[in-house]
């Protein structure tokens, strides 16, 4: 069975930085692309970062959004079989649940940014002004 759990969230003030983990089990996530969206409340899901597959070549490419560029990095771990998002520079608009996700594709559909398959429940982050 595939399962996602993010972690890490949790209130941090405007400008703060947060580093979101998310681990698997049922599956390696090194094998397959992930990533990573939000959803605020009364808002629709946003697409934040992806990451490619490891076991590729030129694996761990990676992708943003708009929303992410120059503030969110993502990143693996594979001994830790983890994958994370570093955010930076964070903002009170920030303040969502975030969570990861994965279509089992070793690279990314085109498109990824509105959604994948599997998700996990998410982890909230609140940016205080």
């Known amino acids: 069975q595939v399962q996602l759990v993010e972690s890490g969230g949790g209130l941090v003030q405007a400008g703060g930085s947060l580093r979101l983990s998310c681990a698997a089990s049922g599956f390696i996530l090194d094998n397959y692309a992930i990533g990573w969206f939000r959803q605020a409340p009364g808002k629709e899901r946003e697409g934040l970062s992806c990451i490619s597959s490891s076991i590729i070549s030129g694996g761990n490419k990676t992708y943003y959004t708009e929303l992410a560029k120059g503030r969110f990095t993502i990143s693996r771990d594979s001994d830790k079989n983890m994958v994370y998002l570093q955010m930076d520079n964070l903002r009170p608009e920030d303040t969502a649940t975030y969570y990861c996700?994965?279509?089992?594709?070793?690279?990314?559909?085109?498109?990824?940014?509105?959604?994948?398959?599997?998700r996990g429940k998410g982890t909230l982050v609140i940016v205080s002004s």
């Open positions: 996700a994965t279509d089992l594709r070793r690279t990314p559909d085109s498109t990824w940014y509105n959604g994948m398959d599997y």
